[in-house]
């Protein structure tokens, strides 16, 4: 496996290679992330081969000011021996200033998408996500790029980006890898303490919960105390936000008619955990 330690670097080995698929992450690799890999080499394979990068870059302009960049998890060494065995043949690792040139002053922005749920939350977490993975694009020049259904909202935004700038970029969509008790696999999940993470997997039991109610065919606001009742049964968790949203476009709903997604938001200490399940209601089916 090739480690790029800069930008010229990645263009190096990259100029000598056919189709390529990018798997953009910030380090501290779980099974999550291996379930990326795994997705982006089916991708290559069925596409007649290729060659995968992943990417490890702890991006300091999607954190706010009070967030945790400095406490994010960081474990290069463990990173790369997860890649190498799961089959990844290049790994890019650069240093904040190769990809941050003093004097830069252009972003990329998803206007609309990027102002509502967690970017209300984290403002300008979506605006260092488009521009950093726009500036991965562009050194890497893949062909694919993986990300997870976990960050559903992250998704959506790289989607608008890629039809709104025409790049071409195969955006893969991969499901979220769990724990065997129901919690989204995430490197923030290394910060929980005992307590935190033995309430952590209500937010998977309260999207159950809901997802049934959808099927059900339950109004929105008996689905919303539904989820916040289930919250409440561990004291640890403190609800940020709960949202159920149009699956597709992520719009605001008055009635769910069509395919939803609901959005969970939930602090344990001083962790902020997020999680999504998209619910179909009756007779509806799944098409997406
Ligand atoms: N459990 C998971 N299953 C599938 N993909 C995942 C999972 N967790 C993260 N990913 C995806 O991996 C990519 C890199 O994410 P990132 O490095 O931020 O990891 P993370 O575990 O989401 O970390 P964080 O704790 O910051 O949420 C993203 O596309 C993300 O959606
Ligand atoms: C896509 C990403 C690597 C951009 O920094 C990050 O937001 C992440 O890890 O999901
Ligand atoms: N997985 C999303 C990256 C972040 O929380 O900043």
């Known amino acids: 496996m090739q480690i790029c330690r800069d930008k010229q670097a990645m ?39 290729g060659r995968i990068v992943t990417s490890i870059f702890v991006n300091p302009t999607q954190f706010g000011p009070s967030e945790d960049l400095a406490t994010y998890p960081r474990d290069e060494e463990n990173d790369i021996a997860l890649l190498r065995r799961a089959g990844c043949d290049a790994v890019f690792l650069p240093a904040v200033a190769d990809i941050y040139r003093p004097g830069a002053q252009t972003v990329v922005e998803v206007t609309g998408l990027s102002r509502m749920l967690m970017g209300r939350l984290r403002p300008g977490h979506f605006r260092g996500v488009a521009t950093v993975v726009t500036k991965l694009f562009n050194i890497v020049r893949p062909d694919a790029a993986a990300f997870g259904e976990k960050d559903y ?82 004291p640890l968790a403190q609800v940020r936000s709960i949202d159920i949203r149009d699956a597709d476009d992520l719009s605001r709903i008055a009635i769910i008619q069509a395919p939803v997604v609901i959005l969970l938001a939930v602090r344990l200490g001083e962790v902020l955990l997020i999680d999504q399940r998209v619910a179909h209601p009756k007779g509806v089916p799944d098409v997406r």
């Open 11 to 49: 263009r190096d080995w990259r100029g000598g290679q056919g189709r390529v698929a990018l798997v953009p992450t910030m380090g501290a690799l779980h099974d999550g992330h291996l379930s990326l890999v795994a997705h982006a080499r089916r991708w290559l394979d069925a596409q007649g081969g």
């Open 153 to 234: 909202q992250q998704l959506a935004v790289i989607r608008q980006m890629v039809a709104d700038l025409d790049v071409s970029v195969e955006i893969l969509a991969v499901p979220t890898m769990r724990e065997a008790d129901g919690l989204a696999m995430s490197s923030r999940n290394r910060r929980l303490s005992p307590a935190e993470r033995a309430a952590a997997p209500v937010l998977n039991r309260a999207l159950d919960r809901a997802a049934q109610m959808v099927a059900e065919g339950a109004g929105l606001s008996a689905i919303r105390a539904e989820l916040r009742r289930v919250i409440a049964t561990e």
